[in-house]
């Protein structure tokens, strides 16, 4: 029986539910779309975060609380790594190694659980997270390498001899060629010196062993001493470490014809290099020299700064040095990068070092090839005079994906199809059939391959078809470059090595990058990629064109390892090839302190995002399969520790909220930026930072630029005097820096490049153009492209840096010191309905500037990332064709200045543009606290009659204590007239959730640690309550006085925090006020 008063109050509330779903829906339908994507972000805003398994290391309770933790704390998605094979002994029974049918079954929960929550996985194309590889690839098909080999043999004879066999890995070894050409000057010749230091007491004769591996060292200055029976030519001089090291390339050099009187050969100089240097030493050509005693002498005096491109001169000035050996014959100088086998970037060889007459003219090279089976027995009539027989063939590099575990092995070859095919298959392509297509399709979106750090390889299979298909013509006379021996000129040798890193920068983008992003989108997932550079031979910004999602790295508070060329390659390789999203790994630390929280964190993040990111993935959360020990797993202590555990994970929520907010507005429209710098078209390459070109262009300090290379050139158009990309970038000027320091010989451009931006030009672009081109690299259309070259720099009217105006997109002035402010960053982007500034202050205390954007005719907004508030600014004028306004910004504060609805007047001066509080009341009783007896806390509840520092605390259950501690208080309130009531938390350590009469108010952390409780207080009685949480680190600290059976804390990160060190403040330390704001 139907009961008629409940069917008509259905149908009021049926009625009602439907006005409220129609004014709803119209509401949103008439909320502009910028806003909506503010108010609530779309899931592409989300951060995403690493998440590493580590060392066979997984449960399935972890998994479920992990993802349950990232869904609760707004994460899109994870990247889900598995890292390394089981510690010894095992850190769990049994471990749970990758490739097993038990792995297989972990991976599969953890797709199962992500689909039930909602949430997308990304995994990588290998075991580990560098680089791809595994044990499915053979020598053969792995990343290959030129070795050779020399005989030296008199003519007027038959030679019927067993060549000696090359380098090879594992004995796996084939061969290229056997060639012949006439002895150069010097070949053969090993005098054997002897050798003495000026360090008392010091044996150095190992400097000689070409095998030695042990390292003379020093910290203080200091010489070694090569002394012969018998004058000495010596034409170069080959350094190695055991470990890269700067102070060794730049020896001092000196010659003797006494051992007492010394004339200066000069200073050796480094050669620009990456971090991953071991893979061989240095071949360092001077002019040719000939003496009884050379001394190599070790000062520290004019040493430059580390940087990413020159890595070793980051760490303490020490000389450690494990070979020293001179040569006659003569060779191009560092050669060693210019064949591909390494990532560096050298001078040029020059005529002064090594004339034609020391070089092998190409018609005198003779291929006896077919002479020689495969054992490499050589059966030649050796014609008259001396000759050098080199036998030349490639093996693999040896390098594996060293931080994978069950699933370790060789790298792939980067240049083979069919290899790049396989890797894929066996690891990425098993997942598939492993947890099973359906499942796989829901979850699996994004397919990785993370920072290369696997070397560089300069051969394969295919390399030789490949060169010649991409060059035209073959590379096989030219061969002896390859070890390093001048053929026919230095400079047509320098021609030659360009072609090949050319050729080897070039299959890295098409071959590798390509294969696996086609394979990838086969599998509907999109390919995110991290940086090439600065480990393989290439264009760092090329292999963003095959990619969807660039991704850079940033570090926090790690000098010697923090990347920004690597953000300024996947920004810029972004930009230039139209890419939306532009992810970094976040926050990657050395030597996780635990003292990390997200107020400090955001202003890092804040630069970032300045710089051009606009989405975070956090590294990084360890898969922690312990349900009972906290903090649990980490990456071995390095890293960001953000994962469930964390103390403050739950009130976390808020930082993420703000990234949300941030990184929907910064994924909107397109970048606006003014300056294309031009990379030039040295091998290996990367986007130019400003502090290489600052001193010959000044005015680059306050502007954002993109960097241009030679491929984004070739796709430039020129549209109303803007030089524009297919992808949708825009560019007032292209600037044509000159020399730099990866770009040493600044005359060097291409007909091509030339060619180019002649068109460019003749279109209207400007063009900015400091050295005067004079040669081109490469051989393929030389000497024919020298003549195009001359012919098009004659005709082309570049124009001059210092003469070009440019009105700044934005500009933040300090009116008190009269002086433009420089911790102010910015970004601008661009809608067809807006124009969105985001500006952060780097400044850890409250700054009031005067801003001003280049957006004319537009009312500003200020939209507050931190609260999510929106408002109209009221204090502002327009002038110069640009809008001005001050604004206050926060310690680490950071505004959104959005322009996009019409301005009706030239100026508004209806108020400030932000409120000054008034204090209603201060919050001075007693507070109690509850602290958590499970982590170590009191287990009664404390009074705090006045608000202090937990960590100064007598109880050693409170001065230890690391977690969340609830304060509780209540007050009577009295209401004010109008306005917005705010609780400002005074000081707080380190992060504080606050509600208010049971009604969540809102989360404290960053400064100035305030939220609003307008909708939440009432006249009379109130009960306060706020939940602050500090870091580990106290805790840990504690932890570490304490006998193993008595500890609270279980964590894999080794003990870092110093001996005497004061603990860190904790708590909530005020004072604690009402304040009340009108707007």
């Known amino acids: 029986m139907i009961d008629l008063n409940v069917t008509k109050h259905l149908r009021k509330l049926l009625f009602a539910g439907l006005c409220l779903l129609l004014l709803t829906g119209s509401l949103s339908a008439q909320t502009p779309r910028l806003e909506q994507a503010f108010r609530r972000p779309p899931p592409a805003a989300k951060p995403w975060v690493f998440w590493y398994w580590m060392q066979a290391s997984v449960s399935r309770a972890g998994i479920t609380a992990d993802l349950e933790a990232m ?109 012949a050409y006439p002895a150069l000057p010097g070949a053969g010749v090993t005098p054997v010196p002897t050798i003495s230091t000026s360090l008392p007491g010091r044996d150095a004769r ?134 591909g086998e390494i990532w560096r970037v050298s001078r040029p060889t020059t005529t002064t070092q090594l004339p034609d007459s020391l070089c092998v003219p190409l018609d005198k090279i003779i291929d006896l090839t077919a002479s020689a089976d495969k054992q490499g027995r050589l059966h030649w009539q050796v014609p008259p005079g001396r000759w050098t027989i080199l036998r030349i063939g490639h093996t693999s590099t040896g390098h594996t994906n060293a931080t994978g575990g069950g699933g370790i092995g060789l790298e792939c070859d980067k240049f083979n199809p069919a290899a790049i095919r396989l890797q894929f298959d066996q690891w990425f392509g098993e997942i598939y059939r492993q947890v099973g297509p359906s499942l796989a399709e829901r ?98 910004m090329a292999h963003f064109r095959a990619v969807d999602i660039p991704m850079g790295e940033f570090w926090l508070r790690s000098p010697t390892h923090d990347k920004p060329n690597d953000m300024a390659d996947a920004i810029s390789g972004a930009h230039i090839y139209g890419k939306p999203i532009i992810q970094a790994e976040a926050f990657t630390e050395l030597r996780l302190a635990w003292d990390e929280y997200p107020g400090m964190l955001k202003a890092l ?86 502090e290489r070109i600052l001193a010959k262009y000044p005015g680059l300090q306050f502007i954002n630029y993109d960097s241009f290379n030679p491929d984004a050139l070739s796709l430039a158009k020129v549209h109303n005097g803007r030089i524009e990309l297919p992808g949708g970038a825009s560019y007032q000027a292209l600037l044509i820096p000159g020399a730099h320091a990866l770009s040493p010989d600044g005359g060097m451009m291409s007909s091509e490049v030339a060619t180019r931006l002649r068109e460019l030009a003749a279109a209207g672009a400007n063009i900015l153009m400091a050295d005067q081109p004079d040669h081109t690299p490469g051989l ?40 433009r402010d420089t911790g102010i960053l910015y970004t601008h982007r661009r809608t067809p309905e807006a124009d969105i500034y985001f500006v952060s202050s780097q400044w850890d205390s409250t700054r009031i500037l005067t801003c001003s954007f280049r957006v004319n005719g537009k009312v500003p907004e200020l939209w507050n990332p931190v609260t999510g508030d929106i408002k109209d600014a009221k204090d502002w004028e327009r ?138 207080i009432r006249r009379g009685k109130n009960t306060l309550r706020i939940e602050v949480t500090n870091t580990w680190a106290n805790r840990l600290t504690g932890d570490h006085t304490l006998p193993a059976a008595q ?21 909530l330390l005020g004072p604690v006020n009402i304040l009340k704001t009108t707007e």
């Open 443 to 540: 979850v699996l979106k994004v397919f990785h391959i993370d920072s290369w750090e696997c070397g560089s390889q300069n051969w394969s299979p295919v390399f030789r078809e490949e060169f010649r298909r991409r060059r035209g013509y073959d590379l096989f006379t030219y061969l002896p470059a390859m070890a390093g021996i001048p053929v026919q000129s230095a400079a047509i040798s320098e021609r030659f090595l360009h072609d090949i890193r050319q050729t080897i920068a070039e299959l890295v983008v098409d071959n590798f990058y390509g294969t696996m992003g086609k394979l990838a989108r086969e599998k509907g997932c999109s390919f995110s990629a991290e940086n090439v550079a600065p480990t393989m031979t290439s264009d760092g």
């Open 780 to 819: 393929s259309h030389f000497p024919a492209s020298e003549d195009t070259l001359h012919n098009i720099i004659k005709t082309l009217r570049p124009g001059n840096w210092n003469n070009w105006k440019l009105q700044p997109d934005f500009a933040a002035w300090d009116t008190l010191h009269q002086q």
């Open 605 to 690: 993040q804040d630069k970032n995002y300045a710089a051009g990111i606009n989405r975070l993935v956090y590294h990084v959360f360890a898969h922690n399969p312990w349900m009972d020990r906290q903090p649990g797993m980490t990456l071995d202590g390095i890293g960001l520790y953000f994962q469930r555990d964390q103390t403050w994970w739950k009130p976390g929520r808020a930082w993420v909220s703000y990234a949300q907010r941030c990184q929907a507005l910064l994924q909107q429209g397109r970048p606006v930026i003014d300056l294309a710098v031009f990379t030039g078209e040295e091998i290996p390459r990367r986007a130019v930072l400003p």
């Open 879 to 1016: 002038k110069d064709g640009v809008t001005q306004l001050p604004l206050k910004f926060d310690p680490s504060g950071s505004w959104f200045i959005i322009f996009r609805k019409p301005a009706k007047a030239q100026a508004q001066h209806t108020g400030k543009n932000w409120s000054t509080p008034q204090t209603l009341q201060t919050l001075s009783g007693s507070w109690q606290a509850a602290f958590n007896p499970k982590v170590g806390g009191p287990a009664k509840h404390i009074t705090f009659t006045q608000l202090e520092d937990w960590s100064k605390n007598t109880d050693a259950a409170i001065r230890y204590y690391s977690g969340t501690v609830v304060y509780t208080q209540t007050f009577d309130w009295q209401p004010a007239a109008g306005g917005r009531i705010w609780l400002d938390l005074g000081k707080v350590a380190n992060i504080a959730e606050v509600s208010l009469n049971g009604m969540p108010c809102g989360v404290a952390w960053t400064a100035p640690y305030r939220v609003d409780i307008s909708t939440a």
């Open 206 to 339: 190992f400097l000689a062993d070409p095998n030695n591996r042990e390292n003379f060292r020093s910290d203080t200055a200091c010489w070694i001493q090569y002394a012969f029976e018998q004058p000495f030519t010596c034409r170069n001089i080959h350094i190695r470490s055991n470990g890269p090291n700067y102070q060794a390339q730049r020896l001092i050099v000196t010659a003797s014809d006494d051992g007492h009187t010394f004339r200066t050969v000069g200073r050796l100089e480094p050669p620009r290099h990456g971090w991953q240097d071991n893979d061989t030493g240095v071949t360092h050509v001077i002019t040719p020299t000939t003496a009884r005693f050379f001394r190599f002498a070790y000062d520290t005096t004019g040493s430059e700064a580390g940087a990413e491109d020159l890595d070793a001169a980051k760490w303490k000035a020490t000389l450690k040095v494990c070979g020293i050996t001179l040569s006659a014959e003569p060779r191009l100088n560092q050669y060693e990068g210019k064949i």
């Open 71 to 179: 869904k609760a704390a707004g994460i899109g998605g994870a990247y889900l790594m598995p890292i390394k094979g089981p510690a010894n002994p095992p850190l769990m029974q049994p471990p749970v190694v990758q490739l097993t049918p038990e792995w297989w079954a972990m991976v599969r929960h953890a797709m199962q659980e992500a689909d039930r929550l909602g949430l997308h996985l990304a995994m990588h194309d290998c075991d580990g997270f560098a680089l791809a590889g595994g044990p499915w690839i053979t020598p053969a098909l792995s990343m290959q390498k030129i070795v050779w080999s020399e005989t030296q043999v008199t003519g007027n004879r038959l030679f019927d001899e067993t060549l000696p066999q090359p380098q090879a890995y594992k004995n796996y070894y084939e061969d290229i060629a056997v060639l």
């Open 1047 to 1067: 500890q609270i804390t279980h964590t894999t990160a080794p003990y870092r925090l110093l001996e005497g060190k004061p603990l860190l403040e904790a708590g």
